[in-house]
């Protein structure tokens, strides 16, 4: 009974307004879907079907790597970031403040980069191998044996060590939530470290270790700069053969479809993964977790085993690309980096400020009509995030190119005019596979926004003649500003570092940072491609700096993004 007035007020606010905001929900969800069934729709019923010819020769080899690709990082993530997360929440030593933080670092580096730094450095003409001939007087290659940089290993690595943190947080968040009681009793009954590991921790910390395991191999799934430069024949370069060297598009969805498929099953792991990581405590004020103080050689050893994914993931690819950035200052000065600066700046936050205002729209209006449709919308629009930037690109452009070529039409024959390619022709369609692409991320940061604000403050608005509109702007949007604040810079961040869909989408001779470090990378240019490189590992480190202040306390935006229930929120 008491909750009846509440419920009124409620009803109250709803009224009016339900089929609009039903309708916004249904058309944001049918922009974010558009470009999936797009892809579905051509691999069905492509002009050319190349299916049997992809299924006899390349098909096979591009599944098989990305499986592989994709196992391999999922595995060696969790291994880095699990065993990371257990040092520094279990343990202290000499360090284990500093390396809580920097273990993070590593996401404001796009793998890309990874990939030309780990290259660089260990090539022919790298460091590591001409101080080997130096110091035993090897003349040649033929002198001694070194490991193929540019292979599927080395791929395997460098995509590791940029994905690990997905890992760490979420299993360091698992660990925090622990009461320190289990590890008392362990320890009591004469269990050891490794034996504590095995039998209390790893049990409580398998949920996190699944979910962020599979985020790590869905941006592995992804990923095309990285496996370009290493010649790794993936599901995703074979979208560009098929569809820039073959000109088949209907072949390229296909491909595109088999893609969709694996991401998919790694959702769907995920989920399970965020399902089971339910814990519950034995009572009201549970003790914390109790570090185990370190010394000696074991201080040391946890110290080598935490700072060695910083290493590999942060350290090794920012030196190098800042001796390139150093060594080569006439590469600040180089033709197009400017303008490759300010399409990015321009893309990203015209597609920063589009997506956060539909998710506010959409996730307020779920709220707002109490109607089934929309709410079930709702998860359909975090298929975007899941599907790999190559994918969405396919289904954007035939579609788009379509209508830019009726829109042409129609004007001309209406004015005599040709206006040529107006949507493809631009960065239009790059912006809205960025919104498509990274809708989840601001859908995430809204509904947590919402949540946090009291029911009672947009029942006074509406008490004093607010509407839902009014309430939003004048209750929510106030309250919420740093929440909003966080997506657009998560947003804006995700959308610099993109290069798939960039690279398929943009216009003829436009860049931005990310591309003209792909190609310059590509033609083993590193000094003219370590400004622009610098200035997109730039922009990650806001982001990661404003994870930081969130979460460790932090909350870890792609984490959260992929569905609200993460282990990484209580982080």
Known sequence: MKDRPHMRNVQELRQGGGAVWTLGAALIALLVMAPVLSVAWMALFPTENIWPHLMATTLPRYFGNTVLLAVGTGLL???????????????????????????????????????????????????VQTALRGVFGWETARDYWFPPIRSRGAAIIVLAAAYYPYVYLLVRAALHEQSGSAYEVARALGAGPWAMFRRVGLPLARPAIVAGSAIAMMETVADYGVVAY????????????????????GGAAQIACVILSLVVILSMLERFGRRRARYHQSARHSRPVMRQRLSGAPAAMAAAFCTFPFLLGFVLPVGVILHYALSYPQGWLGPGLMRAAINTVTTGSAAAVITVALALFMVYGVRMSGRRLPRLLLPVTMIGYAAPGAVLAVGILFPLAALDHRIADAVLAVTGTDPGLILTGSAFAIVLAYVVRFFAIAQGGADAGF???????????????????????????????????????????????????????????????????????????????????????????????LLARANLGLRSGRAEAIGQDNPARAA
Request: no cysteine; glycine share 8%.
């Open 230 to 249: 290493f010649n790794v024949q993936t599901l995703n370069t074979g979208i560009f053969t098929t569809w820039l060297e073959r000109r088949n598009a």
């Open 77 to 127: 993530a969790a291994a880095m970031g699990t065993g990371a997360a257990w040092l520094v929440s279990m343990y202290d030593f000499a360090g284990r403040r500093w390396l809580e933080w920097l273990l993070l670092l590593p996401m404001a580096v796009p793998a890309y980069v990874g990939a030309y730094a780990l290259a660089d450095f260990l090539d022919y003409s790298g460091v």
């Open 451 to 545: 949540q946090r604000v009291s029911p009672s403050l947009p029942m006074a608005a509406r008490s004093l003649g607010r509407n839902a509109g009014g309430t939003l702007r004048a209750v929510y949007l106030p309250l919420m500003s740093s929440t909003v604040g966080s997506a657009l810079l998560l947003v804006f961040v995700d959308a610099s570092k993109e290069l798939p869909a960039t690279m398929l989408l943009r216009p003829f001779n436009y860049e931005t940072l990310a591309t003209r470090v792909h190609e310059r990378a590509s033609l083993e240019d590193l000094g003219n491609a370590a400004p622009a490189a610098l200035l997109v590992v730039a922009v990650g480190l806001i982001a990661v700096a």
